[in-house]
């Protein structure tokens, strides 16, 4: 099992930034991506970002240029730094984890990002 949890959500004006943080814990070894969801309200949950034990990271189109994944393998933390953030970015964000076994596959509680034009 991994435990996950997350801080550093909240509200920001548009064009401002913000930075996530997700600290692992517990069967850490077992983690072969950590990523960030998001979900918007009446939408599905889509991937933002995710960074690989290799050091690949995928984004989405929407964030890229924007937004940066980065993970601090000492404190088993995950962050992702938000710039120029716009009103469709607000979301409640979800850190993931995944191993190599589909069971594997790990939530934080979501921590809410809110930008107002």
């Known amino acids: 099992q991994v435990q996950l949890v997350e801080s550093g959500g909240g509200l920001v004006q548009a064009g401002g930034s913000l930075r996530l943080s997700c600290a692992a814990s517990?069967?850490?070894?077992?983690?072969?991506?950590m990523g960030w969801y998001r979900q918007a309200p009446g939408k599905q949950r889509e991937l933002v970002a995710h960074l690989t034990n290799s050091g690949n990271t995928n984004y989405a189109d929407s964030v890229k240029g924007r937004f940066t994944i980065s993970r601090d393998n000492a404190k088993n933390t995950v962050y992702l730094q938000m710039n120029s953030l716009k009103p469709e970015d607000t979301a409640v964000y979800y850190c993931n984890t995944q191993g190599l076994l589909p069971h594997q596959r790990y939530w934080g509680q979501g921590t809410q990002v809110t930008v107002s034009s």
């Open positions: 517990g069967s850490i070894f077992s983690i072969n991506v």
